[in-house]
């Protein structure tokens, strides 16, 4: 087998499902990219998300994910809010347009030799006004 080379992750959105006076329901979309000439599988995913440096929420999904070779799949990472542990937030979120957020974890990936464990950090702006990401 090929040296295994990791998985790119790339923030892409959010994809809200609910909105109330008690918080959301909404999904994280992560771009992930596989460098490799191997199919491999995504088994689990840990993470630790942060916007404005205020934490939102940390977990973890075991929702399977595979990813052919050289291509790139999107993973959707579950997240339900609270608005106590956000307020405040809003105001200049809202006078900015957009939001700085941070995203860590780890994912285990699989292939059909061997199962490695990937960490991962990433952060940037994400622009509530579009689907812009950087």
């Known amino acids: 087998m090929a040296t295994f080379r990791k998985p790119e992750l790339t923030f892409r959105g959010i994809e809200v499902f609910s909105f109330g006076l008690e918080g959301a329901s909404l999904d994280l979309l992560v771009d992930v990219y596989n460098p490799n000439s191997f199919r491999f599988g995504l088994d689990r995913v840990t993470y630790d998300l942060t916007v404005e440096s205020v934490r939102w929420g940390t977990g973890e999904t075991a929702s399977p994910l595979a990813v052919e070779a050289q291509s790139t799949a ?13 307020s405040g ?41 579009g689907s812009e990401s950087r």
Request: aromatic content about 10%; proline content about 4%.
């Open 74 to 86: 999107t993973l959707r990472i579950p997240l339900t809010l609270d608005w106590t542990q956000i």
């Open 89 to 129: 937030l809003g105001r200049d979120v809202l006078r900015r347009g957009n939001v700085r957020y941070g995203i860590s974890g780890e994912v285990t990936v699989s292939t059909s030799k061997k199962t490695f464990q990937v960490p991962y950090d990433r952060s940037g702006q994400f622009s509530i006004l």
